[in-house]
């Protein structure tokens, strides 16, 4: 059984860093029988609910008919609370008067729609990809006697300084064009779109490895030459996105670590160390974003974890939607969900 996409209404939603998002809802999708085992499957950056389905299926581990399975929607992916859908407020300079976002609100709202609204006792397990394995370890630390098992694929529980560098180029693409206007663009009814098309570009360096466009991999499908992927897969996609949703979601990123709480205080081993659910850490062997002597490092200090690192010269997008017909990239990684689900 699947549900629609459906809201739950959180009210005035206070904030880690001070702001409260005013009547604010968290969007979501559910798979299956809810007296069957819980997976929570968060989205990832600039992904909505629809783009995790591929990983859900009955010829899937991620099979509706043995799991309730639910995809929450992060704050800023146009589908929860967002700059895009929210009314600015005058207090808030940030995306256009949206106020500032952290792995630990996007939790807590979570678990409130999963224990409040839906009645839920435990998860069986939470996985996502990217993003969505940030938001992983962020369950295991904060909730760690609500999750018994974690699978973060191509991710990590505290954004590196190199992944910074990247995120911080990002941002000034989008920042200093003209039209973006310290995000008040959508009152204009504009968009920073060449701000945009530089922001995808960008991304089209680090997505995919050295080794996909040594061997113009991108002509597998479809795209003519290299030229043809950075507009038509690159630019594309990120013009279709609001930029400010964008700015929400990307400074998430770049202050991702699970040890940045009143819980913790800085101390990233202590907060890897108080993790009880049992860990299957997936790092892409060639990802640029998250490399695995990164997990390794977290794997080391996690008490009941295990690493196996995801062998594709598709990098970070190993772990990602399929890119035309890519079966073995996902079926390695579906097989490697049911040996430890």
């Given at each position: 059984m699947e549900s629609e996409i459906q809201t739950y209404n959180l009210g005035d939603f206070s904030l880690q860093r001070g702001g409260v998002i005013k009547n604010a809802f968290i969007a979501y999708k559910t798979f299956g029988d809810p007296k069957n085992p819980l997976i929570i499957y968060p989205t990832w950056y600039s992904g909505?609910?629809?783009?995790?389905?591929?990983?859900?299926?009955?010829?899937?581990?991620?099979?509706?008919?043995?799991?309730?399975?639910?995809?929450?929607?992060?704050?800023?992916?146009?589908?929860?609370?967002?700059?895009?859908?929210?009314?600015?407020?005058?207090?808030?300079?940030?995306?256009?008067?949206?106020?500032?976002?952290?792995?630990?609100?996007?939790?807590?709202?979570?678990?409130?729609?999963?224990?409040?609204?839906?009645?839920?006792?435990?998860?069986?397990?939470?996985?996502?990809?990217?993003?969505?394995?940030?938001?992983?370890?962020?369950?295991?630390?904060?909730?760690?006697?609500?999750?018994?098992?974690?699978?973060?694929?191509?991710?990590?529980?505290?954004?590196?300084?190199?992944?910074?560098?990247?995120?911080?180029?990002?941002?000034?693409?989008?920042?200093?064009?003209?039209?973006?206007?310290?995000?008040?663009?959508?009152?204009?009814?504009?968009?920073p779109e060449n701000g945009l098309k530089a922001f995808g570009r960008i991304y089209a360096g680090w997505g995919f490895t050295q080794t996909f466009y040594r061997h113009k991999m991108f002509e597998w499908f479809g795209f003519k030459d290299l030229e043809d992927f950075l507009v038509n897969f690159w630019e594309k996609y990120f013009l279709s996105k609001d930029a400010n949703n964008l700015l929400c979601m990307l400074d998430v990123w770049i202050h991702g670590d699970v040890s940045d709480n009143e819980m913790f205080k800085g101390d990233f081993v202590r907060a890897l160390g108080s993790i009880k659910a049992e860990a299957l850490v997936i790092p892409g062997k060639y990802d640029l974003y998250f490399p695995p002597e990164d997990s390794e490092i977290e794997v080391k200090n996690m008490k009941n974890a295990k690493l196996l690192e995801f062998d594709s010269h598709y990098g970070h997008w190993a772990g990602g939607p399929p890119l035309g017909e890519k079966h073995k990239d996902v079926d390695w990684l579906d097989a490697r969900l049911r040996e430890f689900l």
């Amino acid at each position: 059984m699947e549900s629609e996409i459906q809201t739950y209404n959180l009210g005035d939603f206070s904030l880690q860093r001070g702001g409260v998002i005013k009547n604010a809802f968290i969007a979501y999708k559910t798979f299956g029988d809810p007296k069957n085992p819980l997976i929570i499957y968060p989205t990832w950056y600039s992904g909505d609910i629809a783009a995790n389905e591929w990983l859900i299926g009955k010829d899937r581990t991620l099979n509706p008919e043995k799991y309730f399975i639910v995809i929450p929607a992060m704050f800023g992916n146009g589908q929860s609370s967002s700059p895009s859908n929210t009314r600015p407020e005058k207090e808030y300079e940030t995306f256009g008067g949206f106020p500032r976002i952290t792995n630990w609100d996007n939790i807590r709202a979570q678990y409130e729609l999963i224990t409040k609204h839906l009645g839920l006792k435990e998860a069986h397990a939470v996985l996502g990809w990217s993003m969505g394995a940030g938001q992983t370890y962020q369950w295991a630390v904060q909730y760690p006697d609500f999750v018994k098992k974690i699978i973060p694929f191509c991710g990590s529980a505290k954004t590196s300084l190199h992944n910074i560098v990247f995120l911080k180029s990002l941002k000034a693409a989008l920042e200093l064009d003209p039209v973006y206007d310290n995000g008040h663009y959508a009152t204009k009814g504009v968009k920073p779109e060449n701000g945009l098309k530089a922001f995808g570009r960008i991304y089209a360096g680090w997505g995919f490895t050295q080794t996909f466009y040594r061997h113009k991999m991108f002509e597998w499908f479809g795209f003519k030459d290299l030229e043809d992927f950075l507009v038509n897969f690159w630019e594309k996609y990120f013009l279709s996105k609001d930029a400010n949703n964008l700015l929400c979601m990307l400074d998430v990123w770049i202050h991702g670590d699970v040890s940045d709480n009143e819980m913790f205080k800085g101390d990233f081993v202590r907060a890897l160390g108080s993790i009880k659910a049992e860990a299957l850490v997936i790092p892409g062997k060639y990802d640029l974003y998250f490399p695995p002597e990164d997990s390794e490092i977290e794997v080391k200090n996690m008490k009941n974890a295990k690493l196996l690192e995801f062998d594709s010269h598709y990098g970070h997008w190993a772990g990602g939607p399929p890119l035309g017909e890519k079966h073995k990239d996902v079926d390695w990684l579906d097989a490697r969900l049911r040996e430890f689900l």
